[in-house]
T-cell receptor
Framework: QQPVQSPQAVILREGEDAVINCSSSKALYSVHWYRQKHGEAPVFLMI?????EQKGHDKISASFNEKKQQSSLYLTASQLSYSGTYFCGTEIRGSNYKLTFGKGTLLTVNP | GAGVSQSPRYKVTKRGQDVALRCDPI?????LYWYRQALGQGPEFLTYFNYEAQQDKSGLPNDRFSAERPEGSISTLTIQRTEQRDSAMYRCASSLRRYTSTDTQYFGPGTRLTVL
């Protein structure tokens, strides 16, 4: 039931864009995105609750395709501060409000 | 305001010893979650509480692991007769309301447990 994230890792130059995908084999109720820097706790980015919902957060946005059971995180005009590991946490319908996290996508932004 | 705090931050113990890990959630937060995070992996759910009631403990690996939150605030995760495979980062998170779907989980700094 663990969601599958892709790619596993991506390297960007400052100013470039990236997309991180999160797919589930089960019907999703919500998707939560977090970013974790090395040696630190995961930090909340956004929650997506409805199929088709898109949210934005500075130059980071996300979409949720309930039918395809997947979510995508979009990072535009990346900054050095965007570097870190991105995790999606998925709540499956009937899971008693538990989050299951993917293995993460390591994003490195270079000058 | 203060975030989620955990203690100790680092714990080294010998195999067979019991350990107690403490989590102090954000004041007023109803829900409290325990996760285990291996290096290079996402957090793995262990258990969670709404107030003092343990809602789900399906993620606890075996009966050596237990958790409590007696007064609906501070929580303790106890591992009895520790084994080397228990070595990991143990993280706590809290959220204001009861239902994950609509609420943010705020993670603590974690306790790095090493079992020798």
């Amino acid at each position: 039931q663990q969601p599958v994230q892709s790619p596993q890792a991506v390297i960007l130059r400052e100013g470039e864009d990236a997309v991180i995908n999160c797919s589930s084999s089960k019907a999703l109720y919500s998707v939560h995105w977090y970013r974790q820097k090395h040696g630190e706790a995961p930090v909340f980015l956004m929650i997506l609750l409805k199929g088709g919902e898109q949210k934005g957060h500075d130059k980071i946005s996300a979409s949720f395709n309930e039918k395809k059971q997947q979510s995508s995180l979009y990072l535009t005009a990346s900054q050095l501060s965007y570097s870190g590991t991105y995790f999606c946490g998925t709540e499956i319908r009937g899971s008693n409000y538990k989050l299951t996290f993917g293995k993460g996508t390591l994003l490195t932004v270079n000058p | 305001g203060a975030g989620v705090s955990q203690s100790p931050r680092y714990k080294v113990t010998k195999r067979g010893q019991d350990v107690a890990l403490r989590c102090d959630p954000i004041s007023g937060h109803v829900s409290l979650y325990w996760y285990r995070q291996a290096l290079g992996q996402g957090p793995e759910f262990l258990t969670y509480f709404n107030y003092e009631a343990q809602q789900d403990k399906s993620g606890l690996p075996n009966d050596r692991f237990s958790a409590e939150r007696p007064e609906g605030s501070i929580s303790t995760l106890t591992i009895q007769r520790t084994e080397q495979r228990d070595s990991a980062m143990y993280r706590c998170a809290s959220s204001l309301r009861r239902y994950t779907s609509t609420d943010t989980q705020y993670f603590g700094p974690g306790t790095r447990l090493t079992v020798l």
